[in-house]
Structure formats: structure tokens, C-alpha cells
């Protein structure tokens, strides 16, 4: 009954910060730091996130911030740099090719 009462904590707690990252993708979410935050262990934590989202923690923060982006740049007229940075990428050539890769064109085509 405890193992059962621990996991549903687990899956409240990851929900929790699935929501987080929805609200605010730009922010750090280092996988260490965030398991630390959430009382668990790295593998735990990339474990149950990847069971109940079918992708891994990184991936979905990544997804995110380019969603996030892209909606900056259909809403407004800032530089692509500003845009990048907005969204939580410190490298613009990461951004663009990130972005290219999902949307498949550049930032500035978008």
C-alpha cells in the first residue's frame, strides 16, 4: 500500500512539473536540480516521466521552448536573438537548427 501511495506522489509531482515547464519553458530545468527539487533520483525522475509522457524530460522542455518561440514570433516583432533568448537558448545556431528541425523553417521564415 505504501509503494502504491509513493508512486502516486511521484506522478502528482511530475504532473506538477509538466505544468511548470507549460507556464515556463525558459527556465533552467536541470535534470539533477529537478529531481533534487522533487525528492527523487535522476533515473526515477527520467523514468516516470518518460512512462507517463512518452518522451524524455530534455526532449519535452526542448518541444516547449519551440512552441514557445514560435508563438513570440507569430505574436510579436522582436529580433530572433531576443526571441531565443525569450524561449531559454543561449545559442542561436542551437535555436535555429532546433527550430528548423521542428517547424522546418528558419526563425525568421516563420
Request: proline share 3%; aromatic share 10%.
Amino acid at each position: 500500500m505504501n509503494e502504491c501511495r509513493t508512486y502516486k506522489n511521484d506522478i502528482e509531482r511530475i504532473e506538477i512539473l509538466r505544468e511548470k515547464i507549460q507556464r515556463t519553458p525558459a527556465l533552467e530545468y536541470d535534470a539533477q536540480t529537478v529531481a533534487d527539487e522533487l525528492g527523487m533520483s535522476i533515473s526515477k525522475l527520467n523514468r516516470v516521466f518518460r512512462t507517463m509522457y512518452a518522451t524524455s524530460l530534455h526532449s519535452y522542455v526542448q518541444d516547449k521552448r519551440l512552441e514557445y518561440a514560435a508563438r513570440l514570433l507569430l505574436e510579436n516583432d522582436l529580433p530572433i536573438s531576443q526571441v531565443a533568448r525569450l524561449s531559454g537558448y543561449t545559442n542561436m545556431s542551437h535555436f535555429s537548427k532546433s527550430f528548423v528541425k521542428k517547424y522546418g523553417v528558419l526563425p525568421k521564415d516563420y
